[in-house]
Each structure stands twice: as structure tokens, then as C-alpha cells.
């Protein structure tokens, strides 16, 4: 693991660990068009982007910034140390240097944060111990098996608590039918008592990285209320950094009411699943059950 070592392996550290201001000063540096040094877009084409796209980029008021997001969901290649690497690349060192010490605090928050996520809550000794004790169960979802194989999934759900409604229609559309699918919903099937933090986290990990693991797919119910919600931030980003959902097919964002507020950027890559559309409103079900039903 990137953080496990005394010295970080920035190759391994995805792009979202770099925050606001670090991606504020980079525009800072790379948004005005230079005749001589590298820009925004001498950026973008070494990330990969094609000429069309990079004309797209012209009307954002921030384009290295568009260019950032897009390249995070898009490719496993963007780490911190390949941005860095490809600004080195294109002799632009000058910007390595003197947001160094600011992208080098960012990593380092980034990783003490997933040591905190990962760590067990703090057990207070128990005074009472009238009843003999027996070994703690290692199973996280209602129907693990600790001695056994630990239960399998074909979506883990990310969801925010205002839109259980509409988790609770996808359970009777998905699985009390002849699709006889079975989703992770979090309040239904972890157990309580778990470090949400880790159980969460080792979930998403299994269904991004493991074929036949834990999860085969995630499932995004996004709504304004999903664009509030620390949780579903989390869940969300943490999945793509893994393995990008625009290149893996195993993210699927799904729309079921009306929003007031942007599409979340970091996701406009990967085909949505809307149930908005009166249009197509009755192959709703059917394609998001075929595409978790995929191998």
C-alpha cells in the first residue's frame, strides 16, 4: 500500500488526495496561454486528451481544473506522482517546486486520513465478566459466514438516507423478481457495531479490484441531497481511485428524481442510468438489472 511505506509512493497515490488549493494554483499557473511555456493545454495532450476535447476546454473558465477531474475518471494512470511526472516532462519544473511543499500536505493528510478510516474503534474493557467470553465474529453483513466463504453481492448501493425510498423500490425491482439479484444496502445488511469507515471502504475495495469479490459493481444514487453528503463523497471518490469507473464499466451512476444543483463532474464520463425520462422510463429497470448481471 502507497502510504504503508516510510517514503510515500506518489505513483500510488491518486489525484483526488490533491485538494482545492493546490488545483487552484495549478490553474493559476497553467490557465494564461504562454507562446513559450508549457499550458493547460500542452497539459492536457500529454494526459491523452484528444484535439476535440481540448477545444471543448476553451469555454471553462478554469481548464486545467476541468482537465483534472476528467483525467481522475477516466484513467488509473492519474496518480499525483504521474501529474508531477508529466509536468517535469514538459519543463515545467518550476511548477513542481513551488507547490511541492503543498502537494507533498495533501498527500499526507490523504494518507492519515485512510489510516484513521482503517483503524478499529477504540473497545472500552468490559467490567463485567460474569459470562465467559467467546471469540469475537469476524463477518461484517448479516449473512457472512466466519468460519466460511463471506457473503457475495452483485452492487454495493451508495446512497444518502433522503433517497431510501427509492433503495427500497430498487430492492423489490432487482431482487423480488425474476432478476433475483442481491444488492449491499448498508442499513439492511451490514452489521451494527462495524467501524463504518472500514467496513465501507473494504466493500468498495473488493467490488472494484476483485473479480467474483465482495461486489461485482457499485451503484450511485445520485440526488441533490447525494452532493451534500460527506458518506456518498467518500464512497464515491474512494471506488474511482481504486479503478476509475469510465474504464472498468463497474460504476454505474443512476438518476431517479429531478436536480437543482450540477451533475457531479468527476462522474459525467460514465453512462447514466436515468429514471427522470418519461421516455425511456420503461427500460429503466431492465438495463440497470442486465448491466449488474454481467460478469
Same mark, same amino acid.
Given at each position: ?118 483503524e478499529p474503534p477504540l473497545q472500552v474493557p468490559e467490567v463485567d465478566s460474569c459470562v465467559p467470553r467467546t471469540p469475537e465474529r469476524s463477518g461484517i453483513t448479516v449473512d457472512d459466514d466466519p468460519e466460511g466463504v463471506p457473503e457475495m ?68 444514487? %445520485?440526488? +441533490? ?8 463523497? #467518500?464512497? !464515491?471518490?474512494? /471506488?474511482?481511485? @481504486? ?28 453512462? %447514466?442510468? +436515468? ?8 427500460? #429503466?429497470? !431492465?438495463?440497470? /438489472?442486465?448491466? @449488474?448481471?454481467?460478469?
Open positions: 500500500m502507497a502510504c504503508a511505506d516510510s517514503e510515500v509512493d506518489l505513483e500510488k497515490i491518486p489525484l483526488v488526495a490533491l485538494n482545492m488549493t493546490v488545483r487552484k494554483k495549478l490553474g493559476l499557473y497553467l490557465n494564461p496561454k504562454h507562446t513559450v511555456a508549457a499550458d493547460w493545454m500542452a497539459l492536457a495532450e500529454a494526459m491523452g486528451f484528444t484535439y476535440l476535447e481540448i477545444k471543448n476546454y476553451e469555454v471553462s473558465k478554469n481548464p486545467t481544473g476541468m482537465v483534472l477531474e476528467d483525467w481522475q475518471a477516466r484513467t488509473t494512470e492519474a496518480s499525483v506522482g504521474k501529474l508531477l511526472s508529466v509536468l517535469s516532462e514538459l519543463d515545467r519544473k518550476d511548477i513542481v517546486e513551488d507547490l511541492r511543499h503543498l502537494i507533498n500536505e495533501d498527500v499526507r493528510k490523504y494518507c492519515d486520513n485512510l489510516k484513521k478510516k482503517a453481492f452483485d452492487a454495493f448501493i451508495c446512497y444518502c438516507q433522503s433517497d431510501f425510498a427509492f433503495v427500497h423500490e430498487m430492492i423489490r425491482e432487482l431482487e423480488q423478481t425474476d432478476y433475483k439479484l442481491k444488492l449491499c444496502v448498508f442499513d439492511r445488511d451490514v452489521l451494527p457495531g462495524s467501524c463504518v469507515w472500514t467496513i465501507t471502504s473494504e466493500l468498495i475495495e473488493k467490488s472494484k479490484q476483485c473479480h467474483g469479490g465482495r461486489c461485482k459493481r457499485m451503484v450511485v444514487v %445520485i440526488s +441533490d441531497e447525494y452532493l451534500d453528503s460527506d458518506d456518498c463523497d #467518500f464512497q !464515491t471518490k474512494f /471506488a474511482l481511485s @481504486l479503478c476509475p469507473g469510465a474504464r472498468s464499466k463497474r460504476l454505474i451512476p443512476v438518476i431517479y428524481k429531478r436536480m437543482t444543483k450540477p451533475f457531479p463532474s468527476i462522474l459525467r464520463f460514465l453512462t %447514466i442510468c +436515468d429514471y427522470t425520462r418519461p421516455c425511456t422510463q420503461a427500460w #429503466f429497470w !431492465t438495463r440497470l /438489472a442486465k448491466a @449488474l448481471s454481467l460478469p
